[in-house]
């Protein structure tokens, strides 16, 4: 009765489940643990082979870099590409384009009225100057005042705060409400890309099958208003030589940036422009919400677990 084959115990072991159970959560373990089953038979994964990975998990879970990982084998991506074929088959059309969010979102904050500094007056210069601006609208071009522009991007190293003990809380994160055109405008510099840590869970497997663990310069967006679907996004930075081999396969044409180099610093005063500086023209484009849970406010992560 219980010596049993690979058969026989996926099956005790997927219908040992009790009928109080979630029955969602019973449906995908069942199919993951029988694609692992079957995994482990197909390739013939030997024991070592096996309790090394489940060291790996281990090591993964307690570095807080499980994010790093969904991002980097795609899945992030992929649920992206699920949503925008979902709005597609639903004709809902039009709208900045969504991109991933990414394992380092913080909320709360500083939050500013039409503009702001992301990064902090009177340090040192840290890279190129720029101040992105542009307006929050409807799919119909009306302007949406009182939106929330929720921006966080990576320091000169390639990190970011709250992850990084050498920076302050919410360095280079910030948020502002529109104006009543739905103007924004921020200062900050150009990031950097950068890679994953080395010497990581992260970098050990990626070592492993022979990838890079690099992201292009970019920068990350939280955009929220009421009425409106939240929108979650991030933009690249051109000329970065990562643009099209991103990591996190997160660069979408539609939010690839321009930069107006060498522009006059006349009316950007109250920023503390004071030479030419890039200016980098963006405009969000929020579709209607649906129902109230596209509204929401949270961040993705933070949603899922509310």
Request: glycine share 8%; no cysteine; proline share 7%.
């Amino acid at each position: 009765m219980n010596e049993l084959t690979q058969t026989q115990l996926l099956e005790r072991v997927t219908h040992s489940n009790r009928p109080d159970g979630n029955p969602r959560v019973q449906k995908i373990t069942a199919r993951i643990v029988g694609d692992l089953f079957r995994a482990i038979d197909d390739l013939d994964i030997q024991p070592d082979e096996f309790w090394a990975g489940v060291d790996w998990l281990s090591r993964l879970a307690s570095s807080g870099q499980a994010g790093l990982i969904t991002a980097g084998l795609g899945f992030d991506r992929l649920l992206d590409i699920r949503l925008d074929e979902a709005d597609e088959r639903a004709g809902r059309e039009g709208g900045t384009p969504r991109a991933i969010e990414g394992p380092l979102y913080i909320a709360g904050a500083p939050l500013s009225k039409y503009e702001t500094r992301v990064d902090e007056e009177g340090e040192e210069q840290r890279g190129e100057t720029m101040v992105m601006e542009g307006r929050v609208l409807d799919i119909n071009g009306k302007p949406v005042a009182g939106a929330i522009v929720d921006v966080w991007h990576a320091n000169e190293l390639g990190r970011y705060s709250h992850f990084d003990p050498d920076q302050a809380e919410y360095a280079l994160r910030r948020r502002i409400e529109t104006d009543a055109q739905g103007r924004y405008r921020f200062r900050s510099f150009l990031p950097p890309g950068y890679a994953i840590p080395p010497n990581s869970p992260t970098s050990e497997l990626f070592s492993a099958i022979g990838r890079h663990g690099n992201r292009p310069a970019h920068i990350h967006f939280l955009v929220v208003a009421p009425g409106l679907r939240t929108l979650t996004t991030q933009v690249n930075v051109p000329g970065d030589s990562f643009i099209d081999d991103d990591f996190a396969f997160a660069t979408r044409d539609g939010l690839i940036l321009k930069l107006e180099r060498n522009t006059p610093p006349k009316g950007y005063e109250s920023l503390g422009v004071t030479t030419q500086f890039t200016r980098v023209p963006f405009d969000f484009v929020m579709q209607p919400a649906a129902d109230e849970s596209e509204a929401d406010p949270l961040a993705r992560v933070a949603r899922a677990l509310a």
